[in-house]
């Protein structure tokens, strides 16, 4: 997961990254004190943000193995991907399907030398640097054109990235023009905040993020579903993220997951 916000020319570790705060929040190394700063302000005041993070990132794994596995889909399109960690998109999907191709999209600086180091490991996976509110050249990059072929089904996976492009900066429009590039039977794979549980706490929420450095929009269930126009979800349909699919029933309070997931097939 990462923000859409226009990377900066040089690093600045004084300025938090939605990206190196989800990493925190995962347990990861890859952060700064201003990125652990910003996520202990958001987590003082909802601390189920760190399951949240956690089950958003389950859902990733099993919307992956379904692609690979069930779906029979071979190329992956991961936008806005973040820092990689353990169980990687192409890890996932090599496990099932080896022949797997995998392009990663991000524009965080440190997520740019991690993406590098990640190329190196297989010549099926390819990492470009981009802004999804560019998208079309995002997808003129060389490294995306050489691996995914939209004349072929492919797997878009936007997880926990659209709720950092406000309405204005169209985000209904990007995935739009994805949808209308993908050929019959890819998917679309999304999740996204929701205020639907509690709309007060999430606005409280909201305001604190946005003081802390990472601004996001909340959705509600239909405005996330509008993403899915033009598509066929796949069951469960779009369910908190726990929900879908999982493997394992494990005691979580759905009450306090405000993530909504979903995968979608363009028939």
């Keep these: 997961m990462s923000d859409l916000r226009p990377a900066p020319q040089v690093l600045d570790p004084n ?40 089950q958003n990132r389950a859902f990733l794994g099993r919307a992956v193995r379904y692609l690979a596995g069930e779906a029979g889909i071979r190329q992956f399109l991961d936008l806005g991907s973040g820092l990689p ?5 192409h890890q996932v999907a090599k496990e099932i399907a080896p022949e797997s191709r ?23 996976v390819a990492f470009v640097p981009g802004d999804l509110r560019r998208i079309d ?23 926990a990235v659209l709720h950092f492009i406000p ?8 995935v739009a023009r994805l949808r209308d590039l993908m050929a019959p039977g890819s998917h679309l794979a999304v999740s996204s ?29 239909g405005e996330v579903t509008r993403f899915f126009e033009g598509l066929d979800l796949v069951e469960p349909g779009l369910v908190s993220a726990p929900e879908w699919r999982p493997q394992i029933a494990r005691a979580v309070d759905l009450d ?3 993530v909504l997931a979903g995968v979608g097939r363009k028939p």
């Design 15 to 54: 300025v938090p990254s939605a990206a190196r705060i989800y990493d925190y929040a995962l347990g990861g190394k890859d952060n700064y004190a201003a990125d652990r700063a910003a996520a202990d302000k958001v987590f003082a005041i909802a601390p189920e943000m760190r399951a949240m993070a956690r």
């Design 85 to 89: 960690t353990q169980q990687n998109v």
């Design 102 to 124: 995998v392009v990663y999209v991000d524009h965080d600086p440190i997520v740019v030398a991690h993406g590098e180091a990640l190329v190196a490991t297989s010549p099926d």
């Design 137 to 159: 050249d995002v997808l003129d990059h060389p490294g995306l054109r050489r691996l995914i072929d939209f004349d072929r089904p492919v797997a878009v996976l936007m997880v």
């Design 167 to 174: 309405d204005g900066e169209g985000p209904y429009e990007v």
């Design 193 to 221: 905040v929701t205020p639907d549980p509690h709309p007060e706490e999430t606005a409280a929420l909201i305001k604190v993020s946005t003081s802390a450095g990472a601004p996001f929009v909340a959705r509600s269930h």
């Design 256 to 258: 306090k997951m405000w």
